[in-house]
């Protein structure tokens, strides 16, 4: 029993909780004071997770750590299993400091208007979006991972349908019965586990590496897995949800749907599929990769074709998109089954949350300096010359596309780079031939990757300052935008150019989880 | 009282049959032939004292009624209330310890010197099984009976006495009602199991035709109908078991059924399945749930409620006695059949609820009313995977999720009791209940969110976890797809209601203050969920253990 990961649930838990209690009054007063709750809970939260780090056995990051282990619920089964090791502490820290940089965000910026609720239940949902999302990184047990899993929907469905924009409840709509769909699909699969092997227990089940599943059970049960994740995560072809999701929803809930959200559908794959059924993972895997490459090249010409002049193109939407296709090396690495390869994925879903947050953040700020998100509205005729009008943004704006394309020395890269290597030299047992190709598909996918992100660069960045514009005077970079997105860019960088902070921590724990015992 | 003894001593005349040529005249024969000593049951107070405390309540309410003065009749309510609260604390003693029967076979057994009716033959049994259905009908008529004493007293006052609820009728018949579905769970043997079925019904017509208008009538007349041709079939079916067999007791029909001569074969098969098309009907299961909607909407809201937990639970616990004990030998076809059952149930169910438009009138009551169905088919998920594992385990599935879905039915109906008394009962007008009654809303979307299965409705997550994995433990995958596709059905519908609790307000604030006894049913449900939420085990348990 140790009291860091139940601390961690159960702060942001109450601080949902004490939202519901009267604020005062004064409405203005009241929302002022929750939203102030909500940094401070968060930020909370980012302590303790910082202290997890530091207190993190980094010798043995294999070995499940802070583990807390309780009965729950004997009559299914079903144990309160808490631990964290090298592939989930980096989420859960990744998990932490978004979710605070949000409530920092929305304490100036928070969407507002007609229709739009109080700042209270604003809070109220993002401090329990941010339990499931610390729950889903944290817990050790198939039943509680599904619940995790699910806690997560309604705080989001009711983030993107009352704070979105543009068909936000259609949007939202979709989101939820799409994962939803998915997850109890995935259910399925957990409970025919659970009921062949006798135990839900990630560990055991991890440690018993497949044995006592027979091939047809862990086919059975890797397909209806693999379904559940793949919508989550998503791999094309069931990612249709995530473009209208993410132009609908808030910058906020943009950030933490990319930087969080779709990390649960990867973390799952790597986490429950690899270690639990090999060998029906192994059957699905060259499946798995082809999605994943076209998944790729899907993404980047999705992008493509928003960049293009006339296309009416929104850069949310574009953002999506490329979150399809940088998903795509993710499910890649996770495809080859090789600790090179997992290590990539794993890499590439830490770095996809810093920059494309990060990119949201941007989109999300150039979308109310301008009103509208429109790539065709923004340039006009020469471009939106973020450059001569809001250098600061400008420049952030080109860092984050240049490390998304995956420039050398800044996170993108390295990630990519391992899930390719993966594939270009698969586990034994899986077609070397057409993980090859798959690896020159995703190769063809960085190329256009860095067409489309240049011609966004292009078209936002540069331009004539002095052309007409939709709205004449852009504010430069704010304070509170400054605190939110600099410890984004600057890990982006650190990230970048010492890789081995993040794969130090997750190589031991990837071959542990590959090899079994 | 009354039924408890006289469906317990129906079977005291039955003869212990092999044979086909047994015709009724012959159950004289062992009566005569018996020492007289050994008619005299002893019987075992305790184990009866649930439902006899109920129906004693009741006969309790009819006298007080009488000796009552019209201001006075309010009494009424809060005496039904303790009596319920009495009877459930009856159960408790029951809950450790052996398992409690009587009204057996034992005496006569002996007596008669018949060798095929193995000793323990008893018309009562109060295991773990009948507890469970025992808590569920009194405590479901408990929260009923407090959800009612605002609509009594509301609707006796408003259209004055002629036309309005007659309390002490109400009260009387609820109990009744309640008698009989505690009765029902415990009883073993088929005559018990059907006059309890009737004792759980006929009050139920009544109630909900007791408002005495329109809506009313034709409700209680659909309600009518369609229950009296399911018991016509199901006595038909009785029938041709009990010839067939022998025998009423479902332990002994099982014996029967499994060495019953050839040529009777044919008649088993027809009666057993013409007496689970009579249990289809009382559960509503599809093609038989048509009545449910109207009868639903013209019934008082309480009743509605009562109807959708306590009916339901009723006809389900005959179902599963009946199923297990009774035609366990043809395990595998009833599987099939119940399977496919529950398959078209929570389809039909889940499709017409999301037909529901809003701003139709009654949409609220009518999209639980159609959400039931649909949860019906739940229901019935564990009881078809029971006849294909060989043994009664799935069972347990079904009696925790029907617990944990008479709990937040319960009280989703509790609040389309308060908020209709203010504004109406159409979906519509709940837009903005958030901005107006902040906890009653916010009762409602958890509520809602339980019977969907999403956290933070953790319990009926839960509940549907272990549906679901009753329905994978006995190899029924498609099963299992089918009412998956159907939860992300119901979900669309659910969450649409409880995304409209939270949409902007239209209109202006109301400062009506909730009557009590509303305000104490959302709590107490409210507070049951949310413990059970924190704390599954407590619920989930009967699914793990033996309960027969």
């Known amino acids: 029993m140790n009291a860091v990961l139940i601390a961690l649930l159960l702060l942001p838990l109450l601080g949902a909780a004490a939202t519901l209690a009267p604020f005062g009054a004064d409405p203005e007063a009241a929302d002022r004071r929750a939203l102030r709750l909500g940094v401070a809970v968060t930020g909370a939260v980012l302590l303790l997770t910082v202290g997890l780090a530091v207190g993190f056995d980094h010798g043995t990051p294999s070995r499940m750590q802070a583990v807390t282990d309780l009965r729950w619920i004997p009559a299914v089964n079903v144990r309160f299993h808490l631990g964290v090791d090298g592939i989930s502490l980096p989420l859960i820290v990744l998990t932490a400091l978004l979710t605070f940089l949000c409530a920092v965000y929305s304490t100036k910026r928070l969407p507002s208007g007609e229709g739009t609720p109080s700042a209270r239940s604003f809070t109220g949902l993002l401090l329990l979006l941010e339990v499931g999302m610390l729950a889903t990184f944290a817990v050790l047990d198939l039943v509680l991972f599904f619940l995790a899993f699910e806690i997560v929907l309604i705080p989001m469905y009711f983030l993107i349908a009352r704070w979105g924009s543009g068909q936000r409840v259609p949007a939202a709509n979709r989101f939820i019965l799409y994962t939803l769909l998915g997850s109890a699909v995935m259910l399925l699969g957990f409970l025919l586990i659970g009921t062949q092997a006798g135990t839900f227990d990630m560990t055991e089940l991890a440690a018993a590496h497949g044995r006592g599943l027979n091939h047809t059970t862990q086919v059975i049960a890797a397909l209806a897995i693999v379904v559940g994740l793949a919508v989550k995560a998503p791999a094309w072809p069931l990612h249709s949800w995530l473009p209208d999701a993410h132009t609908a929803a808030p910058t906020v809930g943009s950030v933490l749907l990319a930087g969080v959200l779709l990390k649960m559908g990867t973390y799952g794959l790597v986490r429950v599929l690899l270690p639990i059924v090999p060998d029906g993972t192994a059957t699905f895997a060259p499946y798995l990769g082809a999605f994943a490459a076209v998944g790729i090249v899907y993404g980047s010409l999705a992008c493509l074709a928003l960049a293009r002049p006339g296309a009416k193109g929104d850069l949310k939407r574009l953002i999506a998109y490329s979150s399809v296709g940088h998903m795509g090396f993710v499910l890649l690495g996770i495809a080859s089954l090789t600790p090179v390869g997992v290590n990539g994925a794993l890499f590439a879903n830490i770095a996809h949350g810093l920059i494309t947050g990060l990119l949201f953040f941007l989109v999300g700020a150039v979308k109310d300096r301008y009103g509208t998100a429109d790539l065709d509205t923004l340039a006009g005729a020469t471009g939106a010359a973020l450059y001569g009008r809001a250098p600061r943004i400008g420049a952030l704006l080109a860092f984050a596309a240049v490390a998304s394309l995956g420039l050398p020395g800044l996170a993108g890269f390295w990630g990519e780079l391992l899930a390719m290597f993966g594939a270009f030299d698969p586990a034994a047992g899986l077609s070397r031939p057409a993980f090859v190709t798959y690896m020159v598909i995703a190769g063809l996918g960085t190329l256009l990757t860095a067409a489309y992100l240049l011609v966004v660069v292009k078209r936002v960045c540069m331009g004539d300052p002095d052309q007409p514009a939709v709205a004449a005077e852009i504010p430069d970079l704010r304070p509170y935008e400054a605190v939110s997105w600099t410890p984004l860019a600057a890990l982006t960088v650190v990230a970048g150019l010492w890789p081995a902070l993040l794969l130090g921590l997750s190589d031991p724990a990837v071959k542990h989880l590959l090899g079994g015992g | 009282m009354l039924p408890t003894l006289l469906g317990s001593h129906l079977p005291l005349g039955q003869p212990a049959m092999t044979s086909s040529d047994a015709g009724p005249l012959a159950a004289t024969s062992p009566l005569a032939a018996a020492d007289p000593g050994s008619l005299i049951q002893s019987i075992d107070w305790m184990a009866i004292a649930p439902p006899l405390i109920a129906a004693l309540a009741a006969i309790a309410v009819l006298l007080a009624d009488l000796f009552l003065p019209a201001g006075r009749k309010k009494a009424l309510g809060w005496l039904t209330v303790g009596g319920l609260a009495l009877a459930l604390i009856a159960l408790l003693p029951l809950a450790h310890g052996d398992v409690r029967s009587t009204f057996c076979l034992r005496n006569v057994a002996a007596a008669t010197d018949t060798a095929t009716i193995n000793g323990g033959a008893c018309s009562y049994v109060a295991d773990h099984f009948a507890l469970a259905f025992q808590l569920l009908a009194l405590g479901g008529a408990l929260i009923v009976a407090l959800l009612s004493v605002h609509t009594v007293d509301e609707e006796a006052s408003i259209s004055g006495s002629a036309a309005g609820l007659p309390a002490g009728e109400y009260w009387f018949l609820l109990l009744s009602s309640a008698t009989g579905a505690a009765l029902l769970p415990a009883s073993r043997d088929l005559a018990t199991l059907i006059i309890a079925l009737e004792v759980a019904s006929l009050p139920a017509f009544a109630l909900v035709g007791l408002r005495r208008d329109g809506r009313g009538a034709e409700a209680a007349l659909k309600f009518f109908l369609s229950s009296v041709t399911a018991t016509a079939v199901m006595l038909f079916g009785v029938s041709f078991v009990y010839a067939a067999t022998g025998s009423l007791h479902l332990s002994a029909v099982a014996d029967g059924l499994t060495h019953a001569p050839a040529q009777l074969k044919p008649l088993a098969e027809a009666g057993a399945a013409l007496t689970l098309v009579g249990f289809a009907f009382k559960v509503a299961a599809v093609p038989f749930h048509f009545w449910v909607p109207d009868t639903y909407t013209g019934a008082p809201i309480p009743i509605a409620g009562y109807l959708s937990v306590v009916g339901k639970a009723t006809g389900l616990s005959g179902l599963a006695l009946v199923t297990t004990l009774a035609f366990r030998p043809y395990g595998h076809t009833w599987g099939l059949a119940l399977a496919v059952l529950?398959?078209?149930?929570?389809?039909?169910?889940?499709?017409?609820?999301?037909?529901?438009?809003?701003?139709?009138?009654?949409?609220?009551?009518?999209?639980?009313?159609?959400?039931?169905?649909?949860?019906?088919?739940?229901?019935?998920?564990?009881?078809?995977?029971?006849?294909?594992?060989?043994?009664?385990?799935?069972?347990?599935?079904?009696?925790?999720?029907?617990?944990?879905?008479?709990?937040?039915?319960?009280?989703?109906?509790?609040?389309?009791?308060?908020?209709?008394?203010?504004?109406?009962?159409?979906?519509?007008?709940?837009?903005?209940?958030?901005?107006?009654?902040?906890?009653?809303?916010?009762?409602?979307?958890?509520?809602?969110?339980?019977?969907?299965?999403?956290?933070?409705?953790?319990?009926?997550?839960?509940?549907?976890?272990?549906?679901?994995?009753?329905?994978?433990?006995?190899?029924?995958?498609?099963?299992?797809?089918?009412?998956?596709?159907?939860?992300?059905?119901?979900?669309?519908?659910?969450?649409?209601?409880?995304?409209?609790?939270?949409?902007?307000?239209?209109?202006?604030?109301?400062?009506?203050?909730?009557?009590?006894?509303?305000?104490?049913?959302?709590?107490?449900?409210?507070?049951?969920?949310?413990?059970?939420?924190?704390?599954?085990?407590?619920?989930l348990q009967v699914a793990g253990g033996s309960l027969f």
């Open chain 2, 342 to 539: 529950a398959a078209l149930t929570m389809t039909a169910g889940n499709v017409a609820a999301l037909r529901q438009r809003g701003s139709t009138a009654h949409s609220a009551v009518r999209l639980l009313a159609w959400s039931s169905v649909g949860q019906a088919g739940y229901l019935l998920v564990p009881l078809a995977a029971a006849g294909y594992a060989d043994a009664a385990e799935p069972i347990g599935a079904t009696v925790a999720y029907a617990l944990i879905y008479g709990v937040v039915n319960l009280g989703a109906f509790a609040v389309v009791a308060a908020v209709g008394r203010g504004t109406g009962s159409r979906l519509d007008d709940y837009a903005g209940l958030f901005a107006r009654r902040r906890w009653t809303a916010l009762a409602l979307a958890f509520f809602l969110l339980c019977l969907a299965g999403l956290p933070p409705g953790i319990v009926g997550l839960f509940g549907k976890v272990v549906v679901f994995r009753a329905a994978v433990d006995a190899g029924l995958g498609w099963l299992a797809v089918v009412m998956a596709v159907n939860v992300v059905i119901a979900l669309y519908y659910y969450l649409v209601w409880t995304a409209k609790l939270f949409a902007p307000a239209e209109q202006p604030l109301t400062d009506r203050r909730l009557p009590a006894p509303l305000a104490a049913t959302m709590g107490l449900t409210a507070v049951v969920a949310v413990v059970l939420s924190v704390a599954p085990q407590l619920v």
